[in-house]
């Protein structure tokens, strides 16, 4: 039978980091996203963000998170929209 | 490169028969609810959704406003008025049907929602006071404030509580599973529906499904002209999995469709060419009406439809003098006099007059309700805001008091595009259908954004509703089909011949290749001779390319797949660019070789579909759909009877 294999697809941006002291690795948010830009592999530990350049960047993966600050989560850097003080 | 084990179960080659009186193609906010109307009327129903359904689709994470909301306890138009209104300002290439269906059972599906468990009122009183608030319901309104027909609601709380619902519903849900081709069948009365096939996007099962009826719920096109290999997430305003297979099974399948030869300069692909538009600052839609400030902290008029200048914030909220109502959001860019809301001066205007860039959006000199209303209601409650936007914004120190986020480009956009970079937006082309949203193949339904002319997501609940009903309706008196097993067959040889080439060409490069033919062929300025080298073209990539497709698992079959569906749409596109002789301005149409825009002749319904695969022609007068009360209300007696 043919044997499916998954490859790391590389993209500039970074969408979705972990912190693996925080992370409990149950994979809920490989589960809640629609895209299913991350595999989970193995319970217990973050699962890996396969095909970043596919990311959406809705947030549904740190929605469904129970961990507070497991996943970083953040939109390319070109997309940070500047802001400044009041001036009045 | 770093090679995986694929951790799925391998299951290609299995495939698996199913029946169901009603099959639901999507599980976006239009899906849910078709497959909830289903099963409310004791229905078998399958739900087939290619992602997750706790928050896929386009409002998969949220909404923050719910439109023509015209049967809400505090509205003060009809539906009629507001329907009228909208296909009006559309020129008449508009969706009749599917608008009044929105204006008249929208706040019935709000109500749903909130029985399901989402929030849809201000119950912890955050905005007691508030000149929005209706302190009696605690209903929360924006834009028309005198009107009260657009509600600000807590989107982000929806999916999940229609997930909910469908599982008390015992709605079968075959999730992380993509539709790719409907089931027909010709008999002596002509061609019906009959059921899906479709494949699991990380085990490549089939499932062959059989049913009465099916409803599409597939969202519209995307990656049509736009295409970013890098960021392909973010190629377009659309979830990267609302590509627009439903359009391309239909279109193989017969479904006719119609207004395919409208597109619209881009506004929205965050790959690039413009910042995630409800990040920035500015006063559309969700930042509706904020205060906005020049470079130098100037604030930036607003001005009623007639140029007189607003002295207060609450006046932006208000109509003019005289006028009933206004119109704003989705859709609504430059309305028409009789619609046309409060705006900010214009942006050349403001040129002449030294307003200096950049422009911000100042919320900090707006009042407090309306400060939170936008940043924290309403960006926190559109989809891809709380985490991205009211979030990373939060964590990155931006404080709505003390700080102005910029704003880019000259409006809402936050971009500027080419000509030739464009998108089916600003209701786009579709499937037509009649007063059941029933395509004019029997037992095939369509809802939300794969209906032509359609936005918003309330108009997706509402019409998705609708059409679950007819089609639950409908299956009492079919009988199922049996598979035709030689299409099936074909169909599995199509969707898996990727995994089978090896070292061969990767779907980001064919998706490259059919945008920038677009963009070539189809772009700002169309002509017979080019759109015919477009198909030219075309037509080489499927014999050249598409057999060197090569994929190494279920989910690049599934985007290989994808860039398949894209090729029929753009096919589709440009075959109905070759139907329209004359350029149109509703359309955003214009010709080199025809120096006619909008003769009387042409002001009509083009439809496409294919017969036996040969590309056909038809015509539907505009208006077609006759007094939307008339017609709704002789088809809809049980529904009305049972909301009393």
Known sequence: ?88 | MKEYRWPYANELNEKEYRKTDVLVLGGGVAGCFAAIAAAERGKNVILVEKGSVIHSGAAGTGFDHWESACTNPCSKVTPEEITKAYVDEQDHYSNGIAHYIECREGYDRLADLERFGGKIRDTEDEFAGAEFRDEETKLLFAYDYANKFTLRVWGSTFKPALLRQLKKLNVTLLERTEATALLTEDTPEGRRGTGAVCMNVRTGKIEVISAKTTVLAMSRPARIWLYNPDMTGLSEFRPPQCIGSGHAMGYRAGVEFTMMEKSVRGEFSAAGRSIPPYSTGNNHNTWYAATMVDARGVEIPYLDRDGNELKTVSERYYPAKGQKFFLKGGVIDEPKYEYRGPETMPFDELMKRGYRLPFYADLSRMPESERKAIWGLMVGEEGKTKIPVYGNLTERGFDPEKHMLQSYGTGWQSASFLDQERQLFGAPGGIITDWDLKTNLDGIYACGDQLFAMDCAGAACATGYYAGRKAAEASDTIEFFTPDEAFVENEIRRLYAPLYVEDGMDWRELNSAVSKLMQNYCGGVKCDDLLKEGLDLLNHYRKTAVPQLSAKNPHELMRTHEVLDIMDVAEMILHACLMRKSSSKPLCFERSDSDQTDPAEDQRFITIRTVNGVVTEGSIPLDYFNDPKTEYEKRNRNYIEDRK
Request: aromatic share 10%; proline share 7%.
């Open chain 1, 1 to 88: 039978m043919m044997e499916f294999k998954a490859e790391f697809i590389q993209s500039s941006n970074h969408p979705i980091r972990f912190d693996e002291t925080k992370c409990i690795g149950c994979h809920r948010c490989a589960e809640a996203c629609q895209v299913d830009v991350m595999i989970g592999f193995e319970k217990g530990k973050p699962p890996v963000v396969m095909y970043p350049g596919e990311c959406w960047y809705c947030g549904a993966c740190v929605m469904e998170c129970p961990v507070e600050g497991a996943i970083r989560f953040r939109h390319p850097l070109m997309n940070q929209t500047k802001f400044v003080e009041v001036k009045q």
